[in-house]
């Protein structure tokens, strides 16, 4: 899929969640799964909790496939990342996670998780997950802040390079949930210009993230669905 190979390796799970929506499936977790990344003390929910709180429908967007529940880092489009990671190569490798929604250590890999992707007909896609965390890491994944040197960068897939500028709009946000950073991506390819807006925000127990990838991508249409997503996870969630 050509939008693949537009990204760099930080954002190649974003676009992977939606490009490879078709080929998602439902795979509820193990108890084992749910139980072992729970910290002591925590408020927890499981994967399939979560799957419940997603969003069931976005105006104008038709959901790709069935949502997908488990262990966050054993989600398939989590793993898919894993492999293009070796296929792209960063003018600044320190910047390989720089637009990246969320960390991939500690326990984020072992946390419960819920992912859906809806698409629209021009080509636009939106991205919900929801990670049960506990409320320090959550903190810790809304603090995360782009470094001046990664505000641009440039990757090479297949002998293609692209360019991309990093838009850290969290200073001046309008807040989503219980506190959110809102990061925006946009990506030129020869005459091709592509836009990546994502929220992260956090509830009670639970990390968020909604991206939306497309030629007219929007930080307002990102935090208006980040909102929405928060206000149906609040509600369904105990």
């Given at each position: 899929?050509?939008?693949?190979?537009?990204?760099?390796?930080?954002?190649?799970?974003?676009?992977?969640?939606?490009?490879?929506?078709?080929?998602?499936?439902?795979?509820?977790?193990?108890?084992?799964?749910?139980?072992?990344?729970?910290?002591?003390?925590?408020?927890?929910?499981?994967?399939?909790?979560?799957?419940?709180?997603?969003?069931?429908?976005?105006?104008?967007?038709?959901?790709?496939?069935?949502?997908?529940?488990?262990?966050?880092?054993?989600?398939?489009?989590?793993?898919?990342?894993?492999?293009?990671?070796?296929?792209?190569?960063?003018?600044?490798?320190?910047?390989?996670?720089?637009?990246?929604?969320?960390?991939?250590?500690?326990?984020?890999?072992?946390?419960?998780?819920?992912l859906a992707?809806?698409?629209?007909?021009?080509?636009?896609?939106?991205?919900?997950?929801l990670l049960?965390?506990?409320?320090?890491?959550?903190?810790?994944?809304?603090?995360?802040?782009?470094?001046?040197?990664?505000?641009?960068?440039?990757?090479?897939?297949?002998?293609?390079?692209?360019?991309?500028?990093?838009?850290?709009?969290?200073?001046?946000?309008?807040?989503?949930?219980?506190?959110?950073?809102?990061?925006?991506?946009?990506?030129?390819s020869g005459?091709?210009?592509?836009?990546?807006?994502?929220?992260?925000?956090?509830?009670?127990?639970?990390?968020?993230?909604?991206?939306?990838?497309?030629?007219?991508?929007?930080?307002?249409?990102?935090?208006?669905?980040?909102?929405?997503?928060?206000?149906?996870?609040?509600?369904?969630?105990?």
């Open positions: 899929m050509r939008i693949k190979h537009l990204l760099p390796a930080g954002l190649a799970v974003l676009v992977g969640l939606g490009g490879c929506a078709g080929e998602t499936r439902e795979r509820p977790a193990s108890a084992g799964e749910d139980t072992a990344s729970a910290p002591a003390g925590a408020r927890t929910y499981t994967s399939d909790q979560l799957r419940q709180a997603l969003l069931p429908e976005v105006q104008q967007y038709v959901r790709a496939g069935e949502p997908d529940s488990g262990a966050y880092g054993m989600l398939k489009p989590v793993r898919n990342f894993a492999q293009l990671q070796g296929q792209v190569t960063l003018d600044k490798p320190k910047c390989a996670t720089a637009s990246q929604a969320v960390g991939s250590g500690g326990s984020l890999g072992s946390a419960p998780a819920a992707t809806f698409a629209r007909a021009d080509g636009q896609t939106i991205t919900q997950t049960a965390v506990s409320e320090l890491t959550a903190t810790e994944e809304i603090g995360r802040r782009v470094p001046a040197l990664c505000r641009t960068f440039r990757t090479k897939v297949g002998g293609r390079w692209s360019t991309h500028q990093v838009v850290e709009a969290t200073p001046d946000r309008r807040f989503v949930g219980d506190g959110s950073r809102t990061v925006g991506l946009l990506t030129m005459s091709t210009k592509v836009t990546m807006w994502f929220v992260v925000f956090r509830g009670r127990g639970y990390l968020g993230t909604i991206s939306v990838y497309g030629a007219k991508a929007s930080r307002r249409e990102a935090e208006r669905i980040g909102t929405l997503a928060h206000e149906q996870a609040a509600r369904v969630l105990p």
